[in-house]
C-alpha cells in the first residue's frame, strides 16, 4: 500500500542534543510538509518543500532546519532541543503542490525532550 | 487576522447523531477539509467542499456555506471508535492551509 511512514515513532532526546526526525513516501508526491503539533492545539506548519524547492515558514525558528535528498525522504534535523520542542511532529505529503490537494499524513513522531 | 473555531470539546451517544461545527475567516477561500484524528495519531483525511452544500459519505456528511463562512461535520449512528478530535481546515487565497485546533468527541455508551 502506498503511504508515509515515519521514523522513529517516539524519540526521547537531551536538552540540547541534536536530533533527526525522518519521513518517507511511497505516494511519489511532489509536496513534503513538516508540522508540529502540540496537545490539543491545531498542527503548525514549519515548512514545505514542492519537489527540491523549500518554503519555510516565516515564524519556524532556526533551530529547526529540514532536508529532502530526494523525492521519497525528507529529514527534520532539530539542531538543540528546548523542553518547548516537545511535541507530535507530523510528516504530510499531497500529490499538487497547491494545498487544495489532500494532505496525507504519517503517524508522527512524538518527541520528548529530558 | 485569519481565523478558525470550532467547539472544544462535544460529548454525544453511542447510536446518536452530533453535529460539529466551524466557522473560518480568511483571506480568500479555495476549500474546506475535514480530518479525523485519534488521541496520539496522525490526523486522517475525512471530507473536502469547495462547493455550497452537502457532501455524504457514509455514515459522516459535510456541509459548507461560503456566504456564512461556515461549515459543519455530520456523524451518525455514532460508534465508540468515533471518539476522536475532529480538525477544520481551510485553505486561503495563497493556497495556505489554516488548521483549526480540533474538536474533541467523546462518546458515551
Known amino acids: 500500500d502506498a503511504m508515509v511512514i515515519q521514523n522513529p515513532r517516539y524519540q526521547v532526546t537531551q536538552f540540547g542534543k541534536p536530533v533527526t526526525l525522518s519521513c518517507s513516501q511511497t505516494?511519489?508526491?511532489?509536496?513534503m510538509y513538516w508540522y508540529q503539533q502540540k496537545s490539543s492545539q491545531a498542527p503548525k506548519l514549519l515548512f514545505h518543500y514542492y519537489d527540491k524547492d523549500f518554503n519555510n515558514e516565516a515564524d519556524t525558528p532556526d533551530n529547526f532546519q529540514s532536508r529532502r535528498p530526494n523525492t521519497s525522504f525528507c529529514f527534520l534535523d532539530i539542531r538543540s532541543p528546548g523542553l518547548g520542542d516537545a511535541a507530535m511532529y507530523l510528516c504530510?505529503?499531497?500529490?499538487?503542490?497547491?494545498?487544495?490537494?489532500?494532505?496525507?499524513f504519517g503517524p508522527g513522531t512524538r518527541l520528548t525532550v529530558l | 487576522g485569519q481565523n478558525i473555531d470550532q467547539p472544544t470539546e462535544m460529548t454525544a451517544t453511542e447510536g446518536a447523531i452530533v453535529q460539529i461545527n466551524c466557522t473560518y475567516q480568511t483571506s480568500g477561500f479555495n476549500g474546506l477539509f475535514w480530518y479525523q484524528q485519534h488521541a496520539g495519531e496522525a490526523p486522517t483525511f475525512l471530507s473536502y467542499?469547495?462547493l455550497d452544500g452537502l457532501e455524504e459519505k457514509g455514515r459522516f456528511s459535510s456541509f459548507l456555506s461560503r456566504s456564512k463562512g461556515y461549515s459543519y461535520l455530520l456523524l451518525k449512528e455514532l460508534q465508540m471508535k468515533d471518539s476522536a478530535s475532529y480538525l477544520c481546515?481551510?485553505?486561503?487565497?495563497?493556497?495556505?492551509?489554516?488548521w483549526g485546533a480540533g474538536t474533541k468527541l467523546i462518546i458515551k455508551p
Open positions: 504530510a505529503t499531497s500529490g499538487g503542490g497547491g494545498s487544495t490537494d489532500t494532505q496525507y
Open positions: 481546515a481551510v485553505t486561503d487565497s495563497n493556497y495556505q492551509l489554516i
Open positions: 505516494l511519489n508526491h511532489n509536496v
Open positions: 467542499n469547495v
